[in-house]
């Protein structure tokens, strides 16, 4: 058996609560924790593997990183508020089944933006959104994607 390709894209997500953060994502999207480094100032950096495969990184925003960033950045801003959701991005997961997956998400009282479809794209999904906005999409491999399909 061919050893399965590693990942190249590693999505590293920001929480206002990344301890909230993580015990949600291991209860309701099946993720591991693999790695943990704690800050000592309540804030952490977490890897997490999901639920069949790959990596996620998730940290807060503490005080020294936003202090890091503003030597760095020359036009940061702090948000005035927090938009939700995120309109920024998407995170997709493969997942083996994701009706199954689905259906863990839905008995945990997720925000499910809508039930599991077939995509012309190849792929069977479904999105949600966390507890802090940050739009997730897990899908399972239907079929190789047509020409022209953009997938």
Known sequence: ?????????VPHLGYEDPHAAL???CRVFAFTEVRRFNYGDGNLTARLRGPDGGVVMISGHGDDFKEWMRERAPRFEEPSGRSWPLLTHAVTVIVDDVDAHFERAVQQDA??????????WGVRS?????????????ATLTRAA???AGG
């Open 126 to 138: 479904y999105a949600v959104l966390d507890p802090e906005g940050h739009q997730w999409e897990f």
């Open 111 to 120: 925000s499910v933006l809508g039930a599991p479809k077939d995509q012309p």
């Open 23 to 25: 015990a949600w994502l």
């Open 1 to 9: 058996m061919a050893p399965r390709p590693r990942q190249k894209v």
């Open 146 to 148: 047509p020409a022209g």
